[in-house]
């Protein structure tokens, strides 16, 4: 069955004219890419946008013979979207934060998608929140520990391939690691005194 198909045999399928190939690869990595875009762009339509732009590049780069198979598909893909986010940013736009209800609910969706679906109705409600108290928390890091964390927490990347992608070295990534940690800690301790007082 080809979903069971490496990467590898999945492209080399797809550049020999099996269009069902790269279906595979889509599915099998869209949700680890579009929560990744989702979690840093905060807005749906413009993360729906810029993943579309994400996979131009890769089927043209895959189409002119460009791609050098290493077994780094993710990675490659990460690298290009982290790329057009930046664009995006460097542009003039800025981070929008999501205030309103509506998008709020579209945002968890992404999240159900990254959660075991077997958990019941509660256990579900009570991640959400944790889920929703997190991301807000993240939100308020400085950029660069931001960064690291989408990729490394949402996006599931080595701090090896976080190096490669903000080329930084690894050193740099594990501080602002430890710092983004730090943060967060900190930024609990704050909510658990206030909920106390």
């Given at each position: 069955m080809q979903y069971h198909q490496t990467d590898e045999q999945l492209i080399s399928g797809y550049l020999n004219g099996n269009n069902n190939c790269f279906e595979q690869l889509l599915k099998r990595h869209k949700?680890?890419?579009?929560?990744?875009l989702l979690l840093t762009v905060k807005q749906r339509d413009v993360a729906e946008d810029i993943f579309q732009d994400v996979f131009v590049k890769v089927i043209n780069t895959m189409n002119k013979g460009s791609y050098k198979e290493e077994g780094k598909f993710l990675p490659w893909v990460m690298q290009i979207a982290h790329n057009i986010v930046m664009d995006y940013f460097r542009n003039g736009k800025k981070m929008?934060?999501?205030?309103?209800?509506?998008?709020?609910?579209?945002?968890?969706?992404i999240f159900r998608l990254l959660v075991n679906d077997e958990k019941n109705a509660e256990?579900?409600?009570?991640?959400?929140?944790?889920?929703?108290?997190?991301?807000?928390?993240?939100?308020?890091?400085?950029d660069e520990q931001k960064e690291v964390v989408l990729m490394r927490h949402y996006g599931k990347m080595s701090f090896k391939e976080i190096s490669e992608l903000t080329n930084v070295n690894i050193n740099t990534c594990l501080g602002r690691m430890r710092y983004a940690i730090t943060n967060l800690r900190n930024m609990m301790e704050e909510r658990k005194s206030r909920l106390a007082a």
């Open positions: 949700n680890k890419i579009f929560s990744y929008q934060f999501v205030d309103n209800a509506e998008n709020e609910e579209e945002d968890i969706d256990e579900k409600i009570i991640g959400d929140e944790i889920d929703k108290e997190i991301r807000a928390m993240v939100n308020n890091l400085a």
